[in-house]
């Protein structure tokens, strides 16, 4: 065995080697790794030099913490010489382990970039649409009609040996650079969603190795995006605005000192192209004949194409991208094609996916291939779309008549599973149509499996849909005239989101957004970021302060505090919290939530559902006033953790007085509530609102509830995320089981059954008794009622969070066996390293298979019989290394254990 210890996975703001930052005192962050039982790091030093051999011969010339005597290493902030714009960071660890050996990481990097407005020289530029058909006189005039994407480019000489090139680019809408016929980064669709009105980003590139002596061709593709495509619901182009403009700035540091840069001015060209028509929810129309061929080369001709024009630039800050870009993570053979009419096919590719289709095609010139997308089949084979509502989700391709084409779109994406194709000129082959799956490539965190196979089908679709739903935002689906960053979908899912995927810096990006979008009078929206509304869209405050989808300014960073340790998200968005809750009391006096100006979506798409958006009702007002409390309890939390006391005590004494007022107003003796369902319960006994010699009462009403419903759930979006974890922490774990493993409808396993690879918006999207639920809203990828995955790796696995330790510094192993499952397990990647939890029970022998990352510690929870030990590999557990005993709780032997893997075996008691 290989005993050294070692140091790993170095980032910067949760990001491996970023480019191009803002924050001028990053914070850092490492994994230690080593085999033997019970590595800590006692020390640690941070060494930052300006260049690769100023670190490599012990110059730190940025900064060097010396020797740090503490055990940290995650968010240990940069601490040195004051960082610039364009500053390249080199940086390095060294940890002592508890035994005295030292351990050196490899190198890492981050680079600065513009932080201040002086910086940027480049101008903003746009296509003068006047003189676009002019460019392509012959081609129809959609050329020039909104959604037309305008092509740019512009040459320069390079004449001496270049040393570093770094392009900075930015847009309102979306850009895609070129670069002497190369693409310029693998991200797509960016700049990405903000409030253009409030702040808009820019990425950094380094483009080094693309440079080429003597002449260069700097290119770009601008199409609508968010900016001024369709967003949302409404019929409407250009919340932000309808004229898109570009802005490059190409820095070359040249090898003989000099420097030279290459900006968006008046000297840019610019025509219009084969892309007829791009749009987000539209879809786009590509005509190939109408390519721009050579258009990236130097020699290419482009006198015929148009003076642009300088447009002023946008009065709002330019901020760095603090998050991973959306990119193409992955591509996907169809498993099925069937031709349903004469020319008309049908793919299938066995996954409901975010993206578009990559196709290959032969034919003659002007023949037209259209793809629509759907995510179900109606029952006679077709595609269905009504639910897809006013987005038509249809590509067009125009053949330009070469012996092979193949192509993608660039500026639109799809929800779909299913694919019709109309129009091709023969019979497809195998590998002419390719799914190409598209989202924010946040890292894979977790892995969950058990021995059902619905379950881990039920996970698969979890994990799907927040992979085809995380794209720049949480969006509620992907498929519809909608796609908003909903924030009660997001509160809800998050904390399964974040073991299946490492989601720090994407809901770090969007917790800004979430600001942003604040009123004035401390009014969280229900959406964001918020979209610019004229005179005919709803007013700021209509779609905003509804219960638990406002509350999740404050669920957001709470969680991400918890889950990751981090109190700088605490600290950024305080007094938005703080006004928040002063909102709140201020509006609502007698301490019950129920400011009839407020939206309340109560618990959407219970059963039975109530989809009305402005009425209330006592559980609406019941769960609103639930989750004021609650927020109430967590800025108490947070405050402490930031060591504001005073205002601990302060948010301490809110959350009393609006328990007190909810026992006033519902809790009846014995523990019953005033208003009868599953979620009053929950949230009742999730939130801590009931006496403690009254919790167990109203445990049993849930039960009976539950029972009532034929052992159903009856929940929508809010009580579910809290169903299964209540029920399991009040002594019902065997009703959660039971809840989890249902097969027919209502239940999770019912969508399963019939063909799902998605979480479905609504528990009866599709029934065998009725078909389509009303295709006004009934996505089919929409993962807010799969937050029970949070169940699957906090119960089943049990993988849990130390209440009083954020971070996973110190955690839980404590696993729930039911359901007659042979085995479960899961892995997850949280900060400090890797976590694993398997057991597996044969007969009456349980086994648990545990590791604990290096510089962590964990109670684990065995289940066992009292009567017989606990054996760790083959000693008994009191006796093995790194295992401490301490004792038993309820049906479980509790030891603590420090890093490494470990082998308990009990005699378990079903």
Same mark, same amino acid.
């Given at each position: 065995?290989?005993?050294?210890?070692?140091?790993?996975?170095?980032?910067?703001?949760?990001?491996?080697?970023?480019?191009?930052?803002?924050?001028?005192?990053?914070?850092?962050?490492?994994?230690?790794?080593?085999?033997?039982?019970?590595?800590?790091?006692?020390?640690?030093?941070?060494?930052?030099?300006?260049?690769?051999?100023?670190?490599?011969?012990?110059?730190?010339?940025?900064?060097?913490?010396?020797?740090?005597?503490?055990?940290?290493?995650?968010?240990?902030?940069?601490?040195?010489?004051?960082?610039?714009?364009?500053?390249?960071?080199?940086?390095?660890?060294?940890?002592?382990?508890?035994?005295?050996?030292?351990?050196?990481?490899?190198?890492?990097?981050?680079?600065?970039?513009?932080?201040?407005?002086?910086?940027?020289?480049?101008?903003?530029?746009?296509?003068?649409?006047?003189?676009?058909?002019?460019?392509?006189?012959?081609?129809?005039?959609?050329?020039?009609?909104?959604?037309?994407?305008?092509?740019?480019?512009?040459?320069?000489?390079?004449?001496?040996?270049?040393?570093?090139?770094?392009?900075?680019?930015?847009?309102?809408?979306?850009?895609?650079?070129?670069?002497?016929?190369?693409?310029?980064?693998?991200?797509?669709?960016?700049?990405?969603?903000?409030?253009?009105?409030?702040?808009?980003?820019?990425?950094?590139?380094?483009?080094?190795?693309?440079?080429?002596?003597?002449?260069?061709?700097?290119?770009?593709?601008?199409?609508?995006?968010?900016?001024?495509?369709?967003?949302?619901?409404?019929?409407?182009?250009?919340?932000?605005?309808?004229?898109?403009?570009?802005?490059?700035?190409?820095?070359?540091?040249?090898?003989?000192?000099?420097?030279?840069?290459?900006?968006?001015?008046?000297?840019?060209?610019?025509?219009?192209?084969?892309?007829?028509?791009?749009?987000?929810?539209?879809?786009?129309?590509?005509?190939?004949?109408?390519?721009?061929?050579?258009?990236?080369?130097?020699?290419?001709?482009?006198?015929?194409?148009?003076?642009?024009?300088?447009?002023?630039?946008?009065?709002?800050?330019?901020?760095?991208?603090?998050?991973?870009?959306?990119?193409?993570?992955?591509?996907?053979?169809?498993?099925?094609?069937?031709?349903?009419?004469?020319?008309?096919?049908?793919?299938?590719?066995?996954?409901?996916?975010?993206?578009?289709?990559?196709?290959?095609?032969?034919?003659?010139?002007?023949?037209? @291939?259209?793809?629509?997308?759907?995510?179900?089949?109606?029952?006679?084979?077709?595609?269905?779309?009504?639910?897809?509502?006013?987005?038509?989700?249809?590509?067009?391709?125009?053949?330009?008549?070469?012996?092979?084409?193949?192509?993608?779109?660039?500026?639109?994406?799809?929800?779909?599973?299913?694919?019709?194709?109309?129009?091709?000129?023969?019979?497809?082959?195998?590998?002419?149509?390719?799914?190409?799956?598209?989202?924010?490539?946040?890292?894979?965190?977790?892995?969950?499996?058990?021995?059902?196979?619905?379950?881990?089908?039920?996970?698969?679709?979890?994990?799907?849909?927040?992979?085809?739903?995380?794209?720049?935002?949480?969006?509620?689906?992907?498929?519809?005239?909608?796609?908003?960053?909903?924030?009660?979908?997001?509160?809800?899912?998050?904390?399964?989101?974040?073991?299946?995927?490492?989601?720090?810096?994407?809901?770090?990006?969007?917790?800004?957004? @979430?600001?942003?979008?604040?009123?004035?009078?401390?009014?969280?929206?229900?959406?964001?970021?918020?979209?610019?509304?004229?005179?005919?869209?709803?007013?700021?405050?209509?779609?905003?302060?509804?219960?638990?989808?406002?509350?999740?300014?404050?669920?957001?960073?709470?969680?991400?505090?918890?889950?990751?340790?981090?109190?700088?998200?605490?600290?950024?968005?305080?007094?938005?919290?703080?006004?928040?809750?002063?909102?709140?009391?201020?509006?609502?006096?007698?301490?019950?939530?129920?400011?009839?100006?407020?939206?309340?979506?109560?618990?959407?798409?219970?059963?039975?559902?109530?989809?009305?958006?402005?009425?209330?009702?006592?559980?609406?007002?019941?769960?609103?006033?639930?989750?004021?409390?609650?927020?109430?309890?967590?800025?108490?939390?947070?405050?402490?953790?930031?060591?504001?006391?005073?205002?601990?005590?302060?948010?301490?004494?809110?959350?009393?007085?609006?328990?007190?007022?909810?026992?006033?107003?519902?809790?009846?003796?014995?523990?019953?509530?005033?208003?009868?369902?599953?979620?009053?319960?929950?949230?009742?006994?999730?939130?801590?609102?009931?006496?403690?010699?009254?919790?167990?009462?109203?445990?049993?009403?849930?039960?009976?509830?539950?029972?009532?419903?034929?052992?159903?759930?009856?929940?929508?979006?809010?009580?579910?995320?809290?169903?299964?974890?209540?029920?399991?922490?009040?002594?019902?774990?065997?009703?959660?089981?039971?809840?989890?493993?249902?097969?027919?409808?209502?239940?999770?396993?019912?969508?399963?059954?019939?063909?799902?690879?998605?979480?479905?918006?609504?528990?009866?999207?599709?029934?065998?008794?009725?078909?389509?639920?009303?295709?006004?809203?009934?996505?089919?990828?929409?993962?807010?009622?799969?937050?029970?995955?949070?169940?699957?790796?906090?119960?089943?696995?049990?993988?849990?969070?130390?209440?009083? @330790?954020?971070?996973?510094?110190?955690?839980?192993?404590?696993?729930?066996?039911?359901?007659?499952?042979?085995?479960?397990?899961?892995?997850?990647?949280?900060?400090?390293?890797?976590?694993?939890?398997?057991?597996?029970?044969?007969?009456?022998?349980?086994?648990?298979?545990?590791?604990?990352?290096?510089?962590?510690?964990?109670?684990?929870?065995?289940?066992?019989?009292?009567?017989?030990?606990?054996?760790?590999?083959?000693?008994?557990?009191?006796?093995?290394?790194?295992?401490?005993?301490?004792?038993?709780?309820?049906?479980?032997?509790?030891?603590?254990?420090?890093?490494?893997?470990?082998?308990?075996?009990?005699?378990?008691?079903?």
């Amino acid at each position: 065995m290989n005993n050294r210890t070692k140091v790993t996975r170095l980032r910067c703001e949760y990001l491996e080697n970023p480019i191009g930052i803002d924050q001028v005192q990053p914070r850092l962050s490492w994994n230690i790794e080593a085999a033997r039982r019970g590595v800590r790091q006692i020390a640690r030093q941070v060494r930052v030099a300006s260049s690769t051999e100023r670190l490599a011969r012990g110059d730190a010339d940025l900064w060097d913490s010396g020797r740090v005597e503490d055990d940290r290493s995650t968010h240990i902030p940069y601490c040195g010489v004051v960082l610039t714009s364009r500053i390249s960071c080199y940086w390095q660890v060294r940890i002592w382990d508890e035994q005295g050996n030292t351990s050196v990481s490899e190198p890492a990097c981050w680079t600065m970039g513009l932080l201040n407005s002086a910086d940027w020289q480049a101008q903003w530029i746009a296509a003068d649409t006047s003189f676009l058909e002019k460019a392509h006189h012959a081609i129809t005039p959609t050329l020039t009609r909104p959604g037309t994407p305008p092509w740019f480019r512009k040459t320069f000489e390079v004449n001496s040996p270049v040393r570093q090139a770094t392009l900075y680019a930015s847009a309102r809408g979306l850009y895609e650079c070129t670069l002497n016929g190369q693409r310029v980064g693998q991200d797509i669709f960016t700049p990405e969603w903000t409030d253009y009105n409030k702040r808009i980003q820019y990425r950094t590139y380094d483009i080094t190795q693309l440079i080429k002596p003597g002449s260069n061709v700097l290119g770009a593709i601008l199409g609508d995006g968010w900016y001024s495509g369709y967003v949302g619901w409404q019929e409407t182009r250009g919340r932000y605005g309808l004229q898109n403009s570009l802005m490059l700035q190409l820095e070359i540091e040249l090898m003989d000192g000099r420097r030279m840069t290459v900006n968006t001015d008046d000297s840019w060209r610019c025509c219009a192209g084969p892309i007829l028509f791009s749009d987000f929810m539209m879809g786009e129309t590509y005509d190939a004949r109408q390519e721009l061929t050579g258009w990236m080369e130097t020699h290419y001709n482009d006198s015929q194409w148009c003076p642009v024009k300088v447009v002023p630039a946008p009065q709002v800050p330019l901020v760095s991208q603090p998050s991973e870009s959306v990119c193409l993570v992955e591509t996907i053979d169809p498993v099925s094609v069937h031709e349903i009419r004469p020319g008309v096919y049908i793919y299938d590719l066995g996954q409901n996916i975010s993206g578009w289709i990559r196709m290959r095609v032969r034919g003659a010139a002007g023949t037209t @291939v259209t793809l629509r997308h759907g995510e179900r089949l109606n029952p006679d084979g077709t595609l269905y779309t009504e639910n897809l509502r006013r987005a038509r989700a249809t590509d067009v391709y125009i053949l330009k008549g070469s012996r092979q084409e193949i192509w993608e779109p660039r500026f639109t994406f799809h929800g779909f599973q299913f694919i019709e194709i109309n129009g091709l000129p023969a019979k497809p082959r195998p590998g002419d149509i390719i799914g190409c799956v598209v989202h924010s490539a946040t890292p894979p965190a977790g892995h969950f499996e058990c021995s059902h196979p619905l379950v881990n089908r039920l996970w698969l679709n979890i994990f799907w849909s927040q992979k085809d739903n995380f794209l720049s935002v949480p969006t509620d689906c992907p498929q519809r005239d909608e796609r908003l960053g909903w924030m009660g979908d997001a509160q809800v899912f998050l904390r399964t989101a974040s073991y299946n995927m490492n989601v720090a810096a994407f809901f770090t990006k969007w917790m800004i957004d @979430v600001e942003d979008a604040q009123t004035p009078k401390g009014i969280f929206p229900d959406t964001a970021p918020r979209l610019h509304e004229g005179e005919n869209f709803v007013g700021l405050d209509d779609l905003g302060g509804a219960a638990a989808w406002a509350d999740a300014g404050v669920i957001i960073p709470w969680t991400i505090w918890r889950v990751y340790g981090d109190t700088g998200i605490l600290e950024r968005h305080w007094d938005a919290m703080v006004a928040w809750l002063e909102y709140l009391e201020r509006t609502n006096p007698r301490y019950i939530r129920e400011n009839e100006l407020a939206n309340n979506y109560g618990d959407w798409l219970c059963i039975p559902s109530d989809t009305t958006f402005r009425t209330h009702s006592p559980m609406k007002t019941l769960l609103a006033t639930a989750y004021w409390a609650d927020d109430a309890a967590k800025l108490a939390c947070m405050a402490c953790a930031l060591a504001r006391h005073g205002e601990a005590q302060r948010f301490e004494a809110m959350f009393e007085r609006v328990r007190a007022a909810f026992q006033q107003e519902w809790l009846l003796p014995n523990g019953r509530l005033a208003v009868e369902n599953q979620t009053a319960y929950v949230l009742a006994l999730a939130f801590n609102l009931l006496p403690e010699d009254q919790k167990d009462n109203a445990a049993r009403h849930l039960v009976e509830n539950i029972r009532n419903c034929h052992w159903h759930l009856s929940t929508g979006f809010i009580g579910i995320s809290h169903l299964n974890p209540t029920l399991t922490a009040m002594g019902r774990s065997d009703v959660a089981w039971h809840l989890l493993l249902n097969e027919d409808y209502p239940s999770w396993l019912y969508p399963v059954r019939h063909g799902a690879t998605t979480i479905w918006e609504r528990w009866n999207g599709w029934t065998e008794q009725d078909g389509f639920f009303d295709p006004q809203m009934n996505s089919f990828n929409h993962y807010s009622l799969g937050s029970v995955g949070e169940w699957l790796y906090r119960c089943v696995a049990g993988i849990e969070l130390d209440p009083e @330790v954020p971070g996973f510094k110190q955690f839980i192993i404590r696993p729930y066996p039911g359901g007659a499952l042979e085995y479960a397990g899961a892995e997850y990647q949280a900060l400090p390293g890797l976590i694993r939890s398997r057991w597996q029970r044969k007969d009456t022998t349980f086994t648990l298979e545990v590791t604990i990352p290096a510089n962590t510690i964990a109670r684990v929870y065995v289940p066992s019989n009292p009567s017989r030990p606990v054996m760790e590999g083959q000693v008994p557990a009191e006796q093995a290394e790194g295992v401490r005993p301490l004792g038993r709780r309820e049906q479980f032997a509790l030891f603590s254990v420090g890093s490494g893997s470990y082998n308990f075996k009990s005699t378990f008691i079903d």
